[in-house]
Structure formats: C-alpha cells, structure tokens
C-alpha cells in the first residue's frame, strides 16, 4: 500500500501499537501455625530483615482449588487457510474451537453448518483468506499483540516527484484488515485501527490506499470509514488527489469523500491541515471515535486479557 511521507525527521520513528500489560502480585495471607521456629529458621528470618527482602510466597499460594485454572477438554479445530495452488500455498492452523467461535461469528455459523451435516466438525476451510493474515490473527487472538514486522520488510520510493513510498507493513495491515471483516471479528477491526493510527502518528505519513482498503471491506455505516475520511478531508494535496483518482479507486469512497468535500465548501474553508496538528488530536479527546464496538455495546478490545484461555 502506497503512503505519503510527511516529516521525514520522524519518518523511521516507529510506536508500540499495543498496550503494556500490568502484574500485580497479591501475596496470600499466611495461616498462623503453633510451632515453634528452629533455629535455622529465625536465622532465615533475621537474614531477610537485615537485607529487606520480601518474605518468600506462601505455599498456600501454589494450592487453588481443583476446579480452577485453565480448561484443557476443550476441542481443537483444524482450520485449513488459502488455496493448495502455488505461488502462495495453503497453511493449516490449530485453535481452541471455543475460544475462536466466541471471537468469529463466520467461524461459529460455518462450524455449527458442518455439525448439523455431519454430527461434528474438527476442521474447517477458509480457501479465499490469506494464510499469513490468519496467522496473525490467530497469534492477536491469544496475545493481543500483532506480530506483522519482519526484518525482510522494506520501504520503496515509488515516485520521487510525489513522495509516495511503497510500505511492506500497509500491505500486510491491509490483508489483516480484510481479514477482520470476512471473520466478522469487530475487536481485530477495531484493534487493526488502532494500529493504523499508531503507525501513521509515529512515521508522519499515511496510505493513500487506506480509504480503498476500509470502505472495501466494511459495512455501511462504520465509524472505520470515518478516519480514511478524515486523512483525505485534513491531510491530502493536490497531488494526494490525483494519486487517488488514477489508482483504481473505490467507486464509495469517492462518493463518500465528495459529500463531505461539497457539504463544507458551502459552510467552511478546508484548509490543509498541518500533520503536526493533526496528530496531536488523534485519538485525544475520543479514543474509541474510530470503533465498531460502541454500536454494538461491547467493551474495546483494549480491555481484552491476553491469553485468555481460562474456561470455555
């Protein structure tokens, strides 16, 4: 996907795209026992006050209750992903049926579709997905963590004149994008957003391609539709423009890009917005403004658990 670079002084600058976890450690509340310390042990004791370090865990902390913890009955589904046709050869995933039919609504019709026909289903095949796409969902699905970058990836100056440059790292965003909505995951779309947004704040430049990608592979009325719309309406030029029209656009876009444009040329100026300004807003006042999941009253991905295994 081709983007516009814009101060190239934080051009390579990169941002982490996702959140940092926090561990609190509670320590258990030891039972008090009626047995004198031996010797050995006040010595222990005396050594740990003396050089302040916290008292070792529990070992009422290592018992928990037999009906706890992660499940391990769950099935396993065999997912088939791509076609067997070269260049790109199909890939076969392995995934708790669970936790992705939760997570897919495609998934779960198409799983529950092969039960009904045949009394159980263990695998499944998406011959249209993009192997490389799904692996990376997958590896999201448990870690909340897009592993996407490669040390292959490179950056091609397609037209010096325009300053578009060729992104390894748009392309594959933008398999994972497409990915999101034939799986009907709304929190990997969101999450995905997320990234765009990240990326684009930390390297100053933006895919022309974006507003092709999303109004391509979502639904009516996404508020993701909104952020390809305000790249375009903030941050394009003339030549952005030009890039836009010859480059196979998306016929809803345009349609869409055009309204916005018409309704303001008659109440407002449409300045070209610095990036600077631009970027320090995104995402301020309204973190979730770009999310599918306040239509549908669901929490933001963010406050998902990585490893989330526990249950069924």
């Known amino acids: 996907m081709g983007r516009a670079a814009r101060d190239s002084s934080s051009t390579n600058a990169r941002a982490n795209p996702y959140y940092n976890n926090i561990i609190v450690n509670n320590a258990g509340r030891s039972s008090v026992r009626n047995i004198l310390p031996s010797p050995m042990s006040c010595h222990l004791q005396a050594f740990r006050v003396a050089n302040q ?45 669970s936790h992705i039919r939760t997570a897919s609504p495609t998934i779960d019709t198409l799983v529950a579709a092969a039960a009904s026909e045949n009394g159980s289903a263990h695998t499944l095949a998406l011959p249209q997905s993009c192997p490389a796409a799904f692996n990376t969902y997958l590896k999201w699905l448990y870690s909340n963590r897009f592993y996407m970058l490669s040390s292959s990836d490179c950056s091609e100056l397609a037209d010096p004149a325009t300053g578009v440059i060729i992104d390894a790292e748009w392309i594959k965003w933008e398999a994972c994008y497409a990915l999101a909505w034939q799986l009907r995951d709304r929190a990997f779309a969101d999450a995905l957003i997320d990234v765009a947004v990240a990326k684009i704040c930390a390297e100053s430049s ?3 391609n974006i507003g092709n990608a999303i109004f391509g592979a979502s639904g009516p ?38 309204v916005e444009i018409a309704g303001r040329m008659r109440s407002e100026v449409l300045p070209l917005e610095r990036f600077a300004v631009w970027k320090a807003e995104m995402g301020r006042a309204d973190p979730c403004r770009y999310h599918e ?7 933001c991905h963010r406050e998902r658990r990585p490893f989330a295994i526990d249950g069924d």
């Open 53 to 97: 370090q916290p008292p070792a865990q529990p070992v009422e902390d290592l018992r928990c209750e037999m009906n706890g913890g992660p499940s391990f009955r769950t099935r396993t589904l065999a997912i088939t992903v791509g076609q067997p046709t070269p260049p790109t050869a199909n890939e076969t995933f392995f995934v708790r049926e």
């Open 206 to 208: 933006y895919p022309h």
């Open 221 to 258: 009325g996404s508020p993701h539709r909104r952020l390809a719309l305000d790249i375009a309406l903030r941050l394009w030029d003339a030549h952005d423009f030009r890039i836009a029209v010859s480059d196979e656009p998306n016929v809803g876009f345009l349609a869409a890009l055009l």
């Open 293 to 299: 999941h306040g239509g549908l009253k669901v929490p």
